[in-house]
């Protein structure tokens, strides 16, 4: 992401960028998302028993194996069409979980995380602004109701680029603090000019309380030289409107040893920050790097850096940003390894989308999965893949146009909403009626079995049928006029039962 383009313009101007791409194409038929996209009728995936969503859709391609017990994770800042918000999916593209936004905060950064050993999901919500967010965080349980709202403390507020939950249960969030008074003539900008700064704070999560703060600039000793920025400062930039965003914070995580590893965009550089004093430890990549880089191991423009144990790290290399010409042909998600002994890094893998020019001017993500697979999280291009461990294309996902996913993620999840299942019936122009069944973020159901009676307290079994999709339709040769759905798992017992509705 960049400063000098509105998100909104940026996401569409990335829309743009991807629409040959996507003609392209790749071999293998698509496992349709629902019956809104198979029919050709909608941009929107809409739901009579839930019309109050209004989901993008999202058209999956499969070319090999990939387990059915995973989920994908996305959000859809601004989806163009229908409702933004936090989207979970399966891996045909069909829904499982919309939390949508509201109209005054935008969700972001959507993942499911642990904390104290139980699965939680998390995420973003605020507003965007000028490239980066300010709001605060949020961790909500298995039955999708919240549980933590995490602020930033010192009059900075949470940014969406980054929130980890970290092995000692404590929270990981970026943040950006305007700075005045700064020389900016070095970069040919004003002596005293306006500038952002990359901000991390690791914060105690039961009792909210700050444990760390790290700042990339300091007026006196500033940890991060102005001048290792390759983000050019344009003219009207620096100024009070539009300070200047030297250094981009986009990620933070803890290394095994309990320190900092941090990305900064815009200086194409990861550091360790030491845990005991906010020192650099080292820089890999950028102008200034510690590390001598070894064929394709080189990056630019990146995202969503990932330590993994000692000496290993995993990157979203962009390759480009939307306000200067591309560095890379395409981009890729690298896995590097690096020797904090020698100074080298070299590269182990890299993956690009074999079948399309992806270039990916914002947003990103590389996750490992288990067995040394791959999932890439393309950002603004509005896709995401996953690659086998030797680089084969496992799935190819795109997203409807005008929607796009800051991240993306494969995880396990079992969702028990606390809300009831949602049902709706119709007269069906052949005899008796069609009964719609949906239950927003719940796994485990496997049949829908209808009730049907004269009243609302009399109801008996009239039919029943496989879950096929959010909403699965149910035929039965009844008229009611009052209808109840049953959400029954693999064997056979019940879940939960739906209020009573009376047909439309």
């Known amino acids: 992401m960049a400063e000098r383009i509105s998100r909104r313009r940026l996401l569409g101007l990335a829309g743009a960028s991807a629409a040959g791409a996507a003609g392209a194409g790749l071999a293998g038929r ?10 050709g009728t909608s941009d929107l995936l809409n739901f009579v028993s839930r019309p109050d969503l209004k989901i993008p859709p999202i058209k999956v391609r499969r070319h090999g194996p990939v387990s059915g017990s995973r989920y994908i994770f996305l959000d859809v800042p601004y989806s163009g069409p229908g409702h933004g918000g936090t989207l979970i999916v399966d891996s045909a593209g069909r829904p499982v979980w919309f939390g949508p936004n509201t109209a005054t905060e935008h969700k972001m950064d959507f993942n499911a995380q642990t904390l104290n050993g139980e699965p939680v999901l ?4 605020g507003l965007v602004v000028q490239g980066h967010g300010e709001g605060e965080v949020v961790i909500a349980d298995s039955s999708y109701r919240v549980k933590r709202i995490i602020k930033a403390h010192h ?9 980890v939950i970290t092995p000692r ?12 008074g700064v020389d900016l003539t070095a970069l040919g900008g004003p002596a005293s000019g306006y ?4 901000v991390f704070q690791e914060i105690d999560i039961a009792t909210g309380d700050l444990i760390f703060e790290w700042d990339s600039y300091d007026p006196v000793h500033p940890p991060v030289a102005l001048t290792e920025t390759y983000q050019p400062l344009d ?4 100024t009070q409107a539009q300070p200047f965003d030297q250094f981009h914070i986009n990620s933070i995580d803890t290394d095994a040893n309990g320190d900092y590893i941090v990305s900064g965009r815009h200086t194409w550089t990861i550091y360790k920050i030491s845990r005991t004093d906010g020192s650099i430890q080292w820089r890999l990549n950028g102008k200034n790097s510690d590390f001598t880089m070894g064929e394709g191991a080189t990056f630019a423009w990146q995202h969503h850096v990932r330590p993994h144990g000692h000496g290993k790290l995993t990157i979203f290399d962009n390759g480009a940003t939307p306000s200067v010409p591309a560095t890379e042909p395409r981009s890729r998600a690298l896995e590097l390894a690096f020797d904090e002994t020698t100074r080298r890094a070299t590269l182990v893998r890299a993956f690009v989308h074999p ?17 040394n697979e791959m999932f890439v999280g393309w950002g603004a291009v509005r896709r995401f893949s996953q690659f086998g461990a030797e680089g084969k294309l496992l799935l190819d996902a795109q997203m409807v146009s005008g929607a796009s996913s800051y991240r993306g993620f494969s995880k396990p999840w079992t969702g028990h909403p606390v809300e009831l299942p949602a049902v709706a019936a119709r007269y069906r122009s052949g005899g008796g009626a069609k009964v719609y069944a949906s239950w927003n973020g719940a796994t485990e159901v496997a049949t829908w079995t209808v009730l049907a009676g004269t009243s609302a307290t009399a109801l008996t079994r009239a039919g029943a049928r496989p879950r096929t999709g959010f909403e699965t339709v149910i035929t039965v040769p009844v008229t009611g006029p009052y209808f109840a759905v049953q959400a029954n798992d693999a064997a056979g017992h019940a879940l939960a039962t739906s209020e009573a509705v009376r047909i439309g």
Do not use: C, M
């Not at 249960?169 to 005045?180: C, E, G």
């Not at 500038?195 to 990359?198: T, Y």
């Open 30 to 39: 698509p496992a349709l998302a629902d019956a809104a996209w198979a029919a």
């Open 122 to 125: 998390t995420w973003w919500q």
């Open 155 to 163: 009059g900075v507020k949470a940014d969406l680029h980054e929130f």
């Open 169 to 180: 249960n404590t929270a990981l969030i970026s943040a950006y603090r305007t700075h005045s």
């Open 195 to 198: 500038l952002f700064s990359g």
């Open 235 to 238: 003219p009207g930039f620096g």
């Open 355 to 371: 079948g399309a020019r992806v270039l990916a001017k914002a947003l990103g993500s590389a996750q490992i999965l288990p067995g």
